[in-house]
């Protein structure tokens, strides 16, 4: 056999054998590019699969997540709790008929703004946290606090009314009394935009002018149940956590008084994961009834 191939070969004209020889590899190449054609197609419509299917995750994480935050910002149109009289004070529970619970703290703090408030305003943030930021009109003549004001209410937070020069009001009369409260609404609504919902007298004190002077300009007139912070003797963070989290005033419904100081902004991370572990909420200042707001509860929260 393999002399009669041979001697087929032999009696082949050179002429025909490579163009033969031609053919066979140029059939050869040509399976291996529509090869290499089928797997690329293959592998594009792979990747085309995986990127379908990609895609229609992060869509739906998209959706779960708009939802959600429809769902967060539907839920603090709603006003679960309340302020009680602020002569016995202040303390925050829930209102007649919201399934809330009772053992929740309000955060407030005082003095500001300045650059303490901004670092307690970041910390609170990542805690995922509310509170109450009461200012001084008179700090807003530096335009650094107002920005810093302005960021701190952008990230959530509410801001609220303590004067514009922190005098004592029930030594003031009517008129003076009238322009501390009046002008620093003002300007919170200048930098803000948004008129505040709360007023802290200094101190403590006021008389039926403030009131009025509140009532006419919608705002709930709160005191606070305890705050250490301007004590000299817990001008320390790990001391005044301690105090914070260990006192005879810490109950449900606890209006927590504290102040945009260093020692204060250094512990206040502590301070919140101590009364986590305590078993308290902090409540959403936005989910507390003001003057400004009559809503009634609405449905059953999960704080």
């Known amino acids: ?45 792979v990747l085309e699969q995986v990127a379908a299917e990609e895609a229609s995750i992060e869509a739906s994480l998209q959706e779960e997540e708009k939802v959600a935050e429809a769902e967060q910002e539907s839920f603090l149109d709603y006003q679960y709790y309340m302020v009680n009289d602020p002569d016995i004070s202040s303390e925050i529970m829930p209102m007649d008929g919201a399934d809330v619970p009772a053992n929740v703290l309000l955060l407030t703090f005082d003095d500001g703004p300045n650059q303490h408030t901004l670092e307690t305003a970041k910390q609170l943030a990542t805690l995922d946290v509310g509170a109450i930021f009461l200012i001084n009109g008179m700090y807003l ?41 009046s002008e620093t609404s003002r300007l919170i609504e200048e930098v803000t935009g948004e008129k505040p919902r709360w007023f802290r007298p200094p101190f403590g004190q006021f008389n039926m002018d403030t009131i009025n002077i509140c009532n006419d300009l919608d705002m709930q007139l709160m005191t ?47 301070i919140v994961n101590g009364y986590h572990e305590r078993g308290y909420h902090i409540v959403n200042p936005k989910q507390i009834k003001s003057s400004q707001n009559s809503t009634d509860p609405l449905e059953p929260a999960d704080l």
């Open 1 to 45: 056999m393999e002399l009669l191939m041979n001697d087929f070969f032999n009696k082949l004209d050179r002429k025909y054998i490579f163009p033969l020889f031609s053919l066979i590899i140029l059939i050869g190449i040509s399976s291996s590019i529509f090869a290499y054609s089928k797997a690329k197609e293959h592998n594009q419509l």
């Open 141 to 181: 003549d530096e335009e650094e606090n107002r920005e810093i004001l302005k960021e701190v209410y952008d990230m959530g937070f509410e801001i609220g009314n303590h004067t514009q020069h922190h005098e004592n009001l029930r030594e003031l009369d009517y008129e003076t009394q009238q322009f501390e409260i």
């Open 224 to 270: 606070w149940n305890f705050g250490f912070d301007w004590m000299e003797e817990y001008h320390d963070a790990t001391l005044l956590t301690e105090i914070s989290l260990d006192n005879s005033y810490l109950r449900d419904g606890a209006n927590i008084l504290m102040h945009d100081l260093p020692w204060t902004s250094e512990a206040i991370t502590d």
